[in-house]
Nanobody, 125 residues
Framework: VQLQACGGGLVQAGGSLRLSCAAS????????VGWFRQTPGKEREFVAA????????YYADSVKGRFTISGNNAKNTVYLLMNSLRPEDTAVYYC???????????????????WGQGTQVTVSS
């Protein structure tokens, strides 16, 4: 599956952005789709994930209550709605997908084989 991420930009602290991750080549059926973020010199960090079948969602503690991950079956797209953004949310955000990811591995970037290009999110104070 090929992934295309978009929706990043520059926003003031407290603002909102919605990232999109569209799949092509195949659908998200039976996939787990995750969002990760990375800042220079740091490892890629888990943000959120959704199991396409069943819709279970998972969040990093740092974004719980502020970010919402969701999927649109008709558009074969996963969204990450980010509210109450903080300067520390500034990063390049990546979407990723794979099948058969066990729960204990869902927050690990190495569990995902398919990655989209990153989209920059910058939150100014």
């Amino acid at each position: 599956v090929q992934l295309q991420a978009c929706g990043g930009g520059l926003v003031q602290a407290g603002g909102s952005l919605r990232l999109s991750c569209a799949a092509s080549g195949r659908t998200f059926s039976r996939q787990t789709v995750g969002w990760f973020r990375q800042t220079p010199g740091k490892e890629r960090e888990f943000v959120a994930a959704i199991r396409w079948s069943g819709g279970s969602t998972y969040y990093a503690d740092s974004v719980k209550g502020r970010f919402t991950i969701s999927g649109n079956n008709a558009k074969n797209t996963v969204y990450l709605l980010m509210n109450s953004l903080r300067p520390e949310d500034t990063a390049v955000y990546y979407c990723a997908a794979d099948t058969s990811i066990i729960l204990s591995s869902i927050r690990m970037s190495r569990s995902y084989d398919n990655w989209g290009q990153g989209t920059q999110v910058t939150v100014s104070s």
